[in-house]
């Protein structure tokens, strides 16, 4: 009987993080996770909130809501009326903003610490009660009406990915655009927001955390105060992955007016949570990372087949989506650009990255890692994006040793698993003229 293969060591938490990261965990009674991570060196203070809903959690009728919503979340509450957050907040010297993608909806705060209760007070107070009415619904309606307007029906790179999505997915809700579809828009009622609201944005369903100058005992002491009230939320209900496997490549063209041909190209990847993901990072980082990697210097440089070439690669709670976006110059045949991508893919899967380039991307990996934990903001960001992708924060601290541990064999399995061309989906923009006005037409004519 053959023996079993030996299980992989498990990874080590790396020692500069855990030294860096003293993080004081609590969960209140409603349901509420609280991080909080004390630096004393400068008299600032960041907040963020995390609420697991995204475009994944929509269905057909209501897309754009999570995102529409975060617009709805700056228009007042029942203590601090429309206008003002920004008002209250500023003229604490913070500022702030937020941000919606397919898994999550993010709001954050910059300010200062002796500003701490104030903005925990302005927090919770739209958390617990925000006020949805027909009038702030009709005027963010209309502003996210425009911004899909300038993203993506007038944008050659939205048009790309749109179209992607709907190739690259057919069952699962990442196959629609996380600013939803225009009818859907126009046709979200106050009834939705206001069940959205109390799905998705109640205290069980938010990650909070806090990193910067303050007294951990203190500020949770504050946090039961401003948060424990405010009563839990149903369970919101599971998203299921029904997407069918994919058995072959899949293809469409768009015409637009364009002064040359642009490629988007989808692989469908891996969940955040597989190993696999982080070896799709090494070989991002090295096939695309900076002038000198491989792609750029291959297809822009050398055999001067594109403008630029971009490899995108994100982390997401159910299987995502390898991107490459290559922008042709205008004589260039998209066909010819495909061919030598996939030539350098496959070259990939056959023989791997060389020593330097797999070294490289993995220095470049730790060092962005480290830049970001460099600050308040990047520290609340980075650990919290891990705890709603990967369950707990503290998968961060394993990561270095499980970026050093990947090798060559490694690169080259997952290169020939995820680069196949069953997995693989292509969109291809053609440039079309503009179309002549009505006046021009009969100028021409005459």
């Known amino acids: 009987m ?15 993080l855990q030294s860096l990261l003293e993080v004081h965990e609590a969960t209140l009674s409603n349901g509420l996770r609280v991080r909080l991570l004390a630096n004393p060196q400068t008299p600032v203070v960041s907040l ?17 809501i999570s995102h529409l919503f975060e617009h709805m979340m700056f228009n007042g509450a029942k203590k601090y009326g429309p206008k003002e957050f920004d008002r209250v907040l500023e003229s604490n010297g913070g500022r702030s903003n937020a941000y919606t993608s397919n898994d999550m909806t993010v709001y954050y705060d910059d300010f200062s610490s002796d ?34 307007r300038v993203r993506v029906d007038n944008e050659i790179t939205g048009m790309l990915d749109e179209e992607l999505g709907t190739l690259v997915y057919k069952a699962h809700p990442y196959r629609w655009p996380v600013i939803g579809w225009m009818a859907d828009i126009e046709n979200i009622s106050r009834h939705d927001c206001e069940d959205y609201f109390r799905t998705y944005y109640a205290p069980n369903n938010a990650i909070m955390y806090l990193s910067g100058d303050f007294d951990p005992k203190k500020t949770l002491a504050l ?42 190209i989808g692989f469908r990847g891996p ?13 991002q980082y090295a096939l695309n990372k900076g002038e000198g ?53 496959e070259k990939v899967a056959r023989e791997g990255l060389t020593e330097r380039e797999l070294q490289k991307a993995k ?84």
């Open 115 to 148: 500003a701490l209760e104030t903005v925990l007070d302005l927090e919770s107070d739209r958390m617990r009660s925000l006020r949805i009415s027909d009038a702030t619904l009709t005027s963010e309606r209309e502003v996210v009406k425009e911004e899909r």
């Open 223 to 264: 946090i039961r105060r401003y948060y424990g009230d405010i009563p839990k939320g149903p369970k919101p209900l599971p998203v299921i992955d029904a997407e069918p496997q994919q058995k072959g490549e899949r293809r469409a063209v768009l015409r637009h007016p364009a002064q040359s041909p642009s490629v988007m």
């Open 2 to 16: 053959p023996k079993a293969s030996p299980r992989p060591p498990a990874p080590k938490p790396d020692p500069a």
């Open 293 to 345: 990697s491989r792609l750029v210097k291959k297809l822009v440089y050398e055999q001067q087949l594109a403008v630029s070439v971009m490899f995108d690669w994100g982390w997401r709670i159910d299987p995502g989506t390898v991107v490459f976006y290559l922008e042709l110059k205008p004589d260039s045949d998209p066909q010819k650009v495909e061919a030598a991508l996939y030539a350098e893919l």
């Open 271 to 283: 969940r955040a949570t597989e190993a696999d993901t982080q070896v799709l990072d090494v070989i």
């Open 48 to 64: 963020y909130t995390f609420f697991q809903v995204g475009s994944r959690n929509e269905r057909p009728g209501i897309t754009g």
């Open 363 to 446: 220095n470049n990996l730790r060092a962005d890692q480290l830049r970001e934990l460099g600050t308040n903001t990047g520290r609340a960001h980075a650990l919290g994006h891990y705890e709603a992708l990967l369950g707990s924060w503290k998968e961060l601290l394993t990561l270095p040793s499980r970026y050093a541990s990947i090798t060559n064999e490694q690169v080259k399995a997952v290169a020939a698993k995820f680069f196949s061309p069953d997995r693989r989906s292509v969109v291809t923009l053609l440039p079309e003229s503009e179309p002549q006005s009505e006046s021009e037409s009969s100028t021409a004519a005459a």
